[in-house]
């Protein structure tokens, strides 16, 4: 490897990881991060049976929403950035699909709250399986996300139902 020179001084190269992994364990990390609000407002009511178990329960509806909001808009990313293929209409179209979901979501009593909001990281899931673009670790990242969330998600379906 020649070392560059720049105005007669010497500048020596750094080992830099390729940039496919830096991402990957920067997406591994917040991914993994962005768990622990799911993990702690579905464990909230283990401890409270009261209004707060409720108010967690609200929480997590309004958290899940904004998830499926971030995943339905990286479609919307890609099929801006792959603006030449021919299947972006559609990819566009169902981007704004799981910001509407939550927001229904959000509206809708507690229950089935829960319901739309999983039905939404399944819809984002299947659709992830069917395009083409990202690195392929994504698709194993975003599958053990997407179980765990659904697990707290369910897990908060059985511990409010008990509260209600």
């Known amino acids: 490897m020649k070392t560059p020179v720049c105005s007669g001084m010497t500048v020596r190269r750094m080992r830099v990881p390729d940039k496919g992994s830096v991402v990957r364990i920067q997406a591994n990390t917040l991914g993994f991060a ?7 407002l579905a464990a909230l009511p283990l401890v409270f049976r009261d209004a707060i178990a409720l108010q967690a329960g609200r929480a997590l509806i309004v958290y899940g929403a904004v998830i499926i909001s971030f995943l339905g808009a990286c479609h919307w990313s890609a099929a801006v950035i792959h603006d030449n293929n021919p299947d972006v209409a559609g990819r566009m179209l169902f981007a704004v699909s799981p910001a509407l979901l939550g927001w229904l979501a959000v509206l809708v009593a507690l229950p089935l709250g829960f319901a739309l909001i999983i039905t939404g990281l399944l819809l984002t899931l299947v ?3 069917h395009w083409p673009y990202g690195p392929a670790w994504y698709a194993t990242l975003r599958r053990r996300l997407t179980s765990i969330a659904i697990l707290c998600l369910s897990f908060a379906i059985l511990t409010t139902l008990e509260v209600i």
Do not use: K
Request: glycine share 10%.
């Open 34 to 40: 962005g768990l622990i609000p799911f993990l702690a």
């Open 127 to 129: 659709a992830d399986s």
